[in-house]
Structure formats: structure tokens, C-alpha cells
């Protein structure tokens, strides 16, 4: 079974999903998409998949969002697009591709929904969250 995440290592929600897709016991294929970005066809494939539009991907903090006025809905897809290739810093993530699904991990534990075993036992995030208790209980 395969697994891909489109991962930024420095992201702690990137982080804590990568931990819960191998507590669930599956080693992803990790792309680091600032290292690695995604083609254009790919970057389409994925939105299509999770079900949202370009706009619903960028990311705002710590990117040249409000440089380039994003905000402003007179960017049409397209040209989102563009502005993600050109700087896939706007690339919202970690993007997570399972055999169930394709779902942007925000929050992390969204990613318990595609994986293939998503009873990874006690999960607590980097920031002392704790997203799974020792019961095995989703807290929240």
C-alpha cells in the first residue's frame, strides 16, 4: 500500500502527520515539495482529488501572500496556479495521497480519515496536544 505526503519538515503539523502515518504503521514516500515541487499536472491532480479549489490551497502565513495580493479575487486559477509553481512556499500543507483518499492534513489528525489502519494507539503532537489518549480515544 502506498503512501505520499507532500511534507515540510520545518511545519509542525507536516510533522505530526508524518509521525501519525508511521504510528499507523505505513513508511510514506516523503516528498519535500519545497525541495521537490509538484508539476503543474500533479498540483491539479491533487486539488481535484482533495475537492477544492487553488484558492482553498494557498497558504497565507509566512509566504508572499499579501505580496503578491492573493486576497484579491481577481487571480483566477490559473494564475493561482502559476503563483504555486513559482513559489510552492504557497503551497498549503502536508498533502496526504492514501488508497482511501487524498486530504489536506489540516489539522494533522484529518489524516486519520484515509489511512489504512487509523488506530495508531496514543498520539500526543510536538506541542503537547494530546490527539489520541492512552484508551485509545480521539480526544476532541
Known amino acids: 500500500m502506498t503512501v505520499t505526503i507532500y511534507h515540510n519538515p520545518e511545519c509542525g503539523t507536516s510533522r505530526n502527520t508524518l509521525a501519525m502515518i508511521r504510528q499507523s504503521g505505513e513508511e510514506p514516500e516523503v516528498i ?15 486539488i481535484a482529488a482533495i475537492g477544492i479549489t487553488p484558492r482553498d490551497l494557498l ?3 509566512g509566504t508572499p ?23 510552492p512556499i504557497l503551497i498549503n500543507r502536508p ?7 487524498t486530504r489536506l492534513c489540516r489539522p494533522s489528525e484529518a489524516v486519520l480519515e484515509i ?6 494507539g496514543p498520539f500526543i503532537k510536538d506541542d503537547g496536544e494530546v490527539v489520541i489518549d492512552a484508551s485509545g480515544k480521539r480526544v476532541r
Request: cysteine-free.
Open 32 to 46: 519535500e515539495y519545497l525541495k521537490t515541487p509538484p508539476s503543474r499536472e500533479k498540483l491539479v491532480e491533487l
Open 59 to 61: 497558504r497565507e502565513k
Open 65 to 87: 501572500y499579501a505580496q503578491f495580493g492573493l486576497g484579491d479575487l481577481k487571480w483566477t486559477d490559473d494564475e493561482l496556479l502559476d503563483f504555486m509553481i513559482a513559489h
Open 95 to 101: 498533502i496526504v495521497v492514501t488508497p482511501k483518499g
Open 115 to 120: 489511512l489504512p489502519n487509523p488506530d495508531i
